[in-house]
T-cell receptor, first 120, second 115 residues
């Protein structure tokens, strides 16, 4: 149980295009989802926190108009990288949390497998 | 600001030896800590966690130690195996248990197990 999936697992796009990444909780309802970015040989940096039915909360320095987050249901959150540029190339990882504790401990985050974005 | 850091960026051990990965945290109000394992190209995998009201917790081949006095966390892996080779991150969860409590990740330690 408590599986989180991401789609696609990797994507290559041209500079200036937009890319959408999906994060799904497969067997539990995620009241909160988190989006992280990880550059090579670096740690995970939180980009934003997304609560179902409300606007995402972005970390300092993360452009909300560039990284659009939608958490339309309790099992799906999407991250859209708009007008992508080569410097946006990174490994994007989502996690999901079920505060009701049905999927595990009440504050445990379950991580997706990540999406590798390469912008040419 | 808040930060979680590691003392050793790379740790090389012989297969069968015990490994110790260290982590320092700066937020004394953090009440929950987690160790993750990340293999290349994959998402973090939960290993073990510990709450601030404990100083030791054991799992299968792994032990986490928490020293709140010096704000230090360690992960011990017994009888390290080649499959343990990965990057290990400690993370702290802010106090309060609120809905949007964030995980703050440390810089990571690459564990390389030599056969």
């Amino acid at each position: 149980g408590a599986v989180v999936s991401q789609h696609p697992s990797w994507v290559i796009c041209k500079s200036g295009t937009s890319v959408k990444i999906e994060c799904r909780s497969l067997d539990f309802q995620a009241t909160t989802m988190f989006w992280y970015r990880q550059f090579p040989k670096q740690s995970l940096m939180l980009m934003a926190t997304s609560n179902e039915g409300s606007k995402a909360t972005y970390e300092q320095g993360v452009e909300k108009d560039k990284f659009l987050i939608n958490h339309a249901s309790l099992t799906l959150s999407t991250l859209t990288v708009t007008s992508a540029h080569p410097e946006d190339s990174s490994f994007y990882i989502c996690s999901a949390r079920d505060l009701r504790g049905l999927a595990g401990k009440h504050n445990e985050q379950f991580f997706g497998p990540g999406t590798r974005l390469t912008v040419l | 600001g808040e930060s979680v850091g590691l003392h050793l960026p790379t740790l090389s051990v012989q297969e069968g030896d015990n490994s110790i990965i260290n982590c320092a945290y700066s937020n004394s109000a953090s009440d929950y800590f987690i160790w993750y394992k990340q293999e290349s190209g994959k998402g973090p995998q939960f290993i073990i966690d510990i709450r601030s009201n404990m100083d030791k917790r054991q799992g299968q081949r792994v032990t986490v130690l928490l020293n709140k006095t010096v704000k230090h966390l360690s992960l011990q892996i017994a009888a390290t195996q080649p499959g343990d080779s990965a990057v290990y991150f400690c993370a702290e969860n802010g106090a309060g248990g609120g809905a949007t409590n964030k995980l703050i990740f440390g810089t990571g330690t690459l564990l390389a197990v030599q056969p």
